[in-house]
């Protein structure tokens, strides 16, 4: 079937993320199989991925991430929002701001629950402990023998203790380990980082393993299509340096290009929803009404106020006198300043007393942020921040085409706030943020309220902002969900339904989204369906 390509590979991997950097490493690793990943962006060359406070240029990076928007989106004011990616080995992992959280024992006992046999949080506990080097040590939740290296954040900005202290003032409990026995409660996240540097799944899984004779890695190229043949997948073609090159599959393809271009892909290649497909005519190779449906996203907010002290980062010459010191550190001891990444501080609240788990997650940010660091007015103020997120949103977007040319962005539809609970949760956010705030030590050194301003005090007020404002916390997943009813795309071992010799393997395959930051999941996801996928392979 495969012969009439030039050059065959056994697995050939899409996209070289979170998910296809785990996938290359494991699936190489016998020695056995002849393993292909094929990436879009460059190779993750550039110093801004590895100082980890380089994630703040990064945000506007055009050659390391696509930059996407969504919208405009009816349920925000007609805003376009802003959604960045990874492009480049690594991909978001590479971009990212580096905290290490797996979301709560529920998520997956709800993936379970749904039908998705193997994904309760006992099955899935094992390959967060099996991938991760946890510098504290190992215990009953965390593990030491894997190539991601979790570490504590090291920058020492005093404002992030003054923080955990109000918001402990506040009346939330104090926590050392999110992803321990309970994820609630305050304190300092655990970053994926090694020696003051960004550990990215690159960096973690794949650059060890360059020299792999079996491994061949292709940067810089565009797959534009999944070749299909009688409802299997047998290679994969692709664009570089404007040559169309086409690539064998011996045993299996695998997408792994993200919770936008997964589905993105698999409606190029003719697998999705009819009426889509007929939109672009392209030829429908397999109809599956969910590709691209179901898109979750965590929905956030940020109260910033204006701050009276100096430690904190500004554009400002007092407080650069003060980081400058701090800046140096990064060479000499592998700390300080450049080794943030920027939310180093935060944690899992509940809004109400209904919430049986936490239901919103809190970053601290040591800067009057806003339009995600990108607003550079805003960083010449001494200011503070808390984002305030939503952890397990009722509101579903899409993911669908803007035409059948493969260098054209996916249509994002983000549909943020559109549910009504979601209204009510954020408007609690915001509330439970200016808490926070309310509360020494920190209370004593902010002042005027920036966002969303004094006056904004009622609840139809605070849902106007929200609307106005509220943006994404760059968590997209669930387009290619797995499980069994009419809109899933994938089964519970990731085999596309209706396809054969097709996984997708990324975060896009997550029923629903998990209570908390997704790279740990995503890695973890991969880790798991990579043992599957040398199991099916074994002779
Ligand atoms: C700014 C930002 C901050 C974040 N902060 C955190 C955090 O602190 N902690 C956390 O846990 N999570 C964080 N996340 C989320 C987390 O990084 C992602 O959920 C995770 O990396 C997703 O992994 P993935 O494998 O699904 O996709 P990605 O890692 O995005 O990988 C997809 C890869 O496929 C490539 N690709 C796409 N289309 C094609 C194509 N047609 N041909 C070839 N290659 C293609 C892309 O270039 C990319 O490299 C953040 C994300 C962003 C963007």
């Known amino acids: 079937m495969t012969s009439s390509f030039k050059q065959c590979y056994d697995f050939i991997i899409i996209g070289g993320g979170s998910a296809g950097c785990v996938l290359a490493d494991k699936l190489s690793a016998s020695g056995q199989h002849q393993v292909c990943l094929i990436e879009a962006g460059p190779k993750d060359s550039s110093p801004l991925i590895h100082v980890p ?6 945000m506007k990076s055009r050659r390391l991430n696509w930059l996407y928007n969504s919208g405009p989106e009816a349920s925000q004011n007609d805003r376009e929002i802003f ?7 690594g991909g978001s992992s590479s971009v990212n701001a580096m905290l290490y959280i797996r979301g709560q024992k529920e998520d997956y006992d709800h993936w ?43 920058s020492k900005l005093p404002i992030f203790d003054n923080f955990i202290q109000s918001a402990i003032n506040a009346g939330f409990p104090a926590n050392n380990d999110f992803n321990g026995e309970q994820q609630e409660g305050i304190g300092y996240f655990q970053v994926t980082q090694k020696d003051g540097k960004r550990c990215s799944a690159a960096k973690a899984f794949l650059t060890p393993n360059l020299s792999r004779k079996n491994l061949t890695v292709i940067t810089d190229a565009l797959v534009e299509k999944i070749i299909l043949q009688d409802k299997k997948a047998v290679g994969i073609r692709f664009k570089r340096k404007q040559k169309i090159v086409e690539l064998g599959a011996n045993k299996e393809v ?36 969910g590709v691209g449906q179901n898109l979750q996203e965590h929905v956030d907010a940020l109260v910033v106020k204006e701050y009276t002290d100096t430690d904190i980062i500004a554009y400002r010459p007092k407080a650069l006198a003060k980081l400058a010191p701090s800046a140096f550190k990064f060479f000499t001891e592998q700390s300080g300043v450049l ?12 809004t109400s007393d209904e919430a049986e788990t936490p239901d919103l997650q809190l970053h601290f940010i040591p800067a009057a942020m806003d339009d995600h660091g990108r607003n550079l007015k805003m960083l010449f103020r001494y200011g503070v921040a808390i ?24 249509n994002i539809t983000l549909n943020m706030l559109s549910h009504p609970d979601d209204q009510t949760i954020m408007i609690k956010a915001i509330k439970r943020a200016r808490e926070i705030f309310a509360q020494p030590p920190v209370a004593n050194k902010v002042t005027n309220e920036i966002f969303p301003g004094e006056g904004c005090q009622s609840d139809e007020d605070i849902l106007e902002f929200l609307k106005n404002k509220a943006s994404t916390i760059y968590h997209p997943v669930g387009t290619c969900k797995m499980g069994q009813d009419e809109l899933s795309v994938v089964d519970s071992e990731l085999k596309v339904h209706g396809i054969d010799s097709l996984r997708v393997v990324d975060a896009s395959i997550m029923p629903t989204v998990v209570s908390g930051n997704t790279n740990a999941p995503t890695i973890m996801i991969a880790a798991k369906i990579a043992d599957n996928i040398l199991a099916t392979h074994s002779n």
């Open 53 to 58: 406070l380089g994630v703040v240029e990064l």
């Open 83 to 89: 959604n960045p990616r990874g492009k480049t080995l």
């Open 112 to 154: 379970r629950d749904l039908g998705n046999e193997g994904w309760g949080y006992d099955d899935v506990l094992p390959y967060f402990k099996a991938t991760q080097h946890q510098e504290r040590g190992a215990d009953d939740y965390h593990g030491v023998d894997g190539p991601l290296n979790v570490a504590e954040s090291r």
């Open 254 to 289: 695998i997408l792994s290009a993200g919770a936008f271009n997964s589905p993105q892909l698999l409606m190029l290649s003719g697998v999705g929803p009819q009426a889509e497909l007929d939109k672009h005519n392209i030829t429908l190779e397999h109809q599956l009404e």
């Open 339 to 350: 080794t943030s990444a920027v939310a180093e501080a935060g944690g899992f609240i509940k």
């Open 387 to 410: 984002h305030a997120c939503l952890l397990r949103p009722k509101s579903r977007g899409s993911v669908t085409l803007y035409g059948s040319a493969p260098h054209l962005n996916p």
